[in-house]
């Protein structure tokens, strides 16, 4: 009665009642899958008999890899696949209408262009401003 109430009350479980339904897979499944390392028993703190819920697996993994306050490995790439799929969807970015679109801004480095250049254009426009 009340106890199973209450428990489904909190998100932490209905999490993991998802997570079983939907036969979501362990985090240490989604590492291995991605060719990552996977967290230890100690890392992860608690022992789960079918592996570690994979939304409990990323937030640990955000603890032990970036202290929390980014995420890893596995969580890192779930996110950004899933930015990229956004963009692969949406028929008017330039993943889209024009695949061979390159950043001409500067770049430390010719052959790529990535955040910290774009960072770093960022910080010299509004140093210039000011």
Known sequence: GDVEVDAYRSLAVRDLLRGTATSLPSGETVADAMG????????????????????????????????????????GRIVAEVLIGLLRADPESHLVVDRSW???????????????DLVMFAADQQAAST
């Open 36 to 75: 990552v390392a996977p967290l230890d028993a100690d890392q992860v703190g608690a022992y789960w008999a079918a592996g570690t819920p994979l939304w409990f697996y990323i937030l640990k993994e955000a603890q032990v890899w970036g202290g929390g306050d980014q995420l890893g490995p596995v969580g």
């Open 102 to 116: 390159r950043p001409t801004l500067p770049s430390r480095d010719r052959a790529s262009f990535d955040l910290t």
